[in-house]
């Protein structure tokens, strides 16, 4: 199984400041076959279920702020917040999707405002 | 609009099964796989497994097998976790999530349900 790695579990950054979210796996998770990176990003706010931020670790959903950015390949990578506002506040997953099951999440970041 | 409904909240004693339902609106309902993911209280993300929205093959985590089932009803555009056996270790809030890409097994989780808890409790 490919285990995802996520540092630091928490951080806590001041407003208006970069956020840097950290993500490792176990084994790479780029397919060379199409050149693509395995690998999403959610956030999730209390009480609710995990929303989609990036997929393919670089393509941005519809609608997500451009303050937020995926970065890395093979089995190192990065999410971004370049300016946290307050309604960031929220745990990050991120989460390989590559070949064959199970498919595996890191154990979650916790952002909070400082 | 894409919409995956869960059912509703279910209290369970130990040794028991619960059978929770996802029914899927808004889209093709046989073209788009959906798993199941669970999360503990104040855990993180375990994934549970998948079966083929036309009721085709499954697949489940290592840890469930034996005491998952996944199905799916293409008629009603739903699909089913049941899980058996129950300890306390599976009190949890359950999720069905949808697969972003056409006809893939496993992929990125665009559209989620709005969870089920589930509390294991004697």
């Known amino acids: 199984d490919i285990v995802m790695t996520q540092s630091p579990d928490s951080l806590a950054v001041s407003l208006g400041e970069r956020a840097t979210i950290n993500c490792q796996s176990s084994?790479?998770?780029?397919?060379?076959?199409?050149?693509?990176?395995?690998l999403a990003w959610y956030q999730q706010k209390p009480g609710q279920p995990p929303k989609l931020l990036f997929y393919?670790?670089?393509t941005r959903v519809s609608g997500v702020p451009d303050r937020f950015s995926g970065s890395g390949s093979g089995t190192d990578f990065t999410l971004t917040i370049s300016s946290l506002q307050a309604e960031d506040v929220a745990v990050y997953f991120c989460?390989?999707?590559?070949?064959?099951?199970?498919?595996?999440f890191g154990q979650g970041t916790k952002v909070e405002v400082k | 609009q894409v919409q995956l409904v869960q059912s509703g909240a279910e209290v369970k004693k130990p040794g028991a099964s619960v059978k929770v339902s996802c029914k899927a609106s808004?889209?093709?309902?046989?073209?788009?796989?959906i798993h199941w993911v669970r999360q503990a209280p104040g855990q993180g993300l375990e994934w549970m497994g998948v079966?083929?929205?036309?009721?085709?093959?499954?697949a489940y985590a290592q840890k469930f097998q034996g005491r998952v089932t996944m199905t799916g009803d293409t008629s009603t555009s739903t699909v089913y976790m049941e899980l058996s056996s129950l300890t306390s270790e599976d009190t949890a809030v359950y999720y069905c999530?949808?697969?972003?890409?056409?006809?893939?097994?496993?992929?990125?989780?665009?559209?989620w349900g709005q969870g089920t808890v589930v509390t294991v409790s004697s």
């Open positions: 999530a949808r697969v972003g890409q056409w006809v893939s097994a496993g992929g990125f989780y665009d559209y």
């Open positions: 808004g889209y093709r309902f046989s073209s788009y796989y």
């Open positions: 079966s083929s929205p036309s009721g085709g093959g499954t």
């Open positions: 084994q790479s998770v780029l397919h060379t076959s199409n050149n693509k990176n395995y």
């Open positions: 393919w670790a670089s």
């Open positions: 989460q390989q999707y590559h070949s064959s099951p199970p498919w595996t």
